[in-house]
């Protein structure tokens, strides 16, 4: 069965490893979590992940952290619904689901339908704890984030105004352009800062923002580098 215990020390922790894989053809099996499912079930299929919770207190309240799902899902504690992730189509942003727990022990179900990607299943770790330490978990991550980003797109900035000023300076055009895409890729990546202040983008349109990223930068870079 898979089961997590939480030590109760007020902290976040990832809910790494093996969990229940219920499929549709009946049985269950184990699933690693982050991972996708297609080494073991078809990439457009359909399937439960379960997770029973030890160590909780009672009357605590608790958050789940879901970084990446493919594509759909319905989450629940104990049978309660807590909320679904990508109802309207691709979702790229984390989000957080509440619950207060009734006992010390509670079972986290994840109905996961994926169509629209090439791979399924929980593909990004999931962060559990009291609700004010996920929070606090998840922000430190995106001071993270933002700072480095925001060296990123600094770097691009002024490389590419050090190219209007030198024209003949390519190398300086070059790398500005590299910044920029790293920029891209990194702001469609882990905390998909990007997708959360652009909410436009918090679909299929910044996987494709990402991916074109990727491709461009091997080909930008290398005229740097000569």
């Known amino acids: 069965e898979g089961r997590a215990v939480y030590g109760g020390n007020g902290t976040a922790l990832r809910l790494d490893g093996s969990w229940d894989f219920l499929s549709g053809e009946g049985g269950t099996k184990s699933a690693e979590v982050p991972g996708v499912w297609n080494s073991f079930h078809d990439w457009n299929g359909s399937g439960t992940y379960r997770l029973k919770l030890?160590?909780?207190?009672?009357?605590?309240?608790?958050?789940?952290?879901?970084?990446?799902?493919?594509?759909?899902?319905?989450?629940?504690?104990d049978g309660?619904?807590?909320?679904?992730?990508?109802?309207?189509?691709?979702?790229?942003?984390?989000?957080?689901?509440?619950?207060?727990?009734?006992?010390?022990?509670?079972?986290?179900?994840?109905?996961?339908?994926n169509s629209l990607l090439a791979e399924g299943g929980l593909w990004v770790p999931v962060l559990f704890g009291p609700a004010q330490a996920v929070s606090a978990a998840a922000q430190r991550t995106q001071l993270i984030s933002a700072a480095v980003l925001g060296s990123i797109l600094m770097?691009?900035?002024?490389?590419?105004a050090l190219f209007t000023f030198r024209t003949r300076a390519r190398s300086a055009l070059f790398f500005g352009l590299f910044c920029l895409l790293v920029f891209v890729k990194a702001g469609f990546s882990n905390e998909q800062l990007l997708g959360f202040f652009f909410a436009r983008l918090n679909s299929s349109g910044g996987l494709r923002a990402a991916y074109a990223a990727t491709i461009l930068m091997p080909p930008v870079f290398v005229p740097y580098l000569e």
């Open 54 to 77: 030890d160590g909780l207190s009672p009357g605590t309240l608790y958050a789940f952290r879901f970084g990446g799902i493919s594509s759909r899902a319905e989450i629940a504690v």
């Open 155 to 160: 770097m691009g900035l002024y490389h590419l």
């Open 80 to 113: 309660e619904r807590l909320g679904n992730w990508g109802d309207s189509g691709i979702e790229i942003v984390p989000k957080t689901f509440w619950f207060v727990a009734t006992g010390n022990s509670a079972t986290l179900t994840v109905e996961v339908e």
